[in-house]
């Protein structure tokens, strides 16, 4: 009895699913990765988010965390975690402003009801977030200096602002508007951004 090898069609179907294996699985794992990326850039948005609306609740068109800050005698444009600052070449007022450190932000406000904290902030117990880098290795930026306003001076009330805590994605380019009105506001490419005040 002789031993029988494998037939040359046996042969050409098992490379075909090694190659085909082979072809596939890197290309869900760079999925599940980007996904998982995504999911923990949106829970470290979020958590930010929140801890700034216990800070400094919502009051009108701006809040009392951002009217008074201010980086040596200029009101701050944005606040920025530690990283790598992202590009906006669409929207350079991101960039182009006094920049805050949203760490030490949290820091200065206090505890409420000490020296530092902030007039309306909540008097519950809370946590500073831990802020670190975005998972494409950049800086969260909140764009504070937008509840201010840049734009000329009008005859009546300027509409509510949307602020956000924003993530530049995994291009690490800007892509969301810097100062929108707060009902048509949107996020732009693939950003992640939660809206600090609704």
Do not use: C
Not at 51 to 72: D, K, L, Q, V
Not at 102 to 112: I, K
Not at 156 to 180: C, F, K, M
């Amino acid at each position: 009895m002789g031993v029988r090898g494998f037939t040359v069609p046996q042969l050409a179907a098992a490379v075909a699913l090694i190659l085909i294996a082979a072809l596939v699985v890197p290309a869900l794992a760079a999925t599940l990765v980007h996904r998982r990326r995504v999911a923990r850039a949106v829970a470290d948005v979020t958590r930010i988010a929140i801890a700034i609306r216990e800070i400094a609740p919502e009051n009108g068109n701006e809040s009392s965390w951002s009217t008074g800050m201010t980086t040596a005698g200029s009101p701050v444009a944005t606040l920025a975690g530690p990283g790598e600052m992202p590009k906006s070449p669409t929207f350079p007022e991101w960039l182009t402003g006094r920049s805050g450190d949203l760490v030490n932000q949290f820091a200065a406000s206090g505890p409420p009801g000490s020296a530092n904290s902030v007039v309306g902030a909540s008097h519950r117990p809370r946590l500073a977030p831990e802020i670190g880098l975005d998972p494409w290795g950049n800086r969260y930026l909140v764009n504070i200096g937008a509840a201010r306003g840049f734009d000329a001076p009008r005859s009546g009330p300027r509409p509510a602002r949307a602020i956000w805590v924003l993530s530049a994605g995994s291009n690490g380019i800007i892509e969301t508007p810097y100062d929108q009105p707060a009902a048509t506001a949107i996020v732009g490419g693939d950003d992640v951004a939660v809206r600090v005040w609704r």
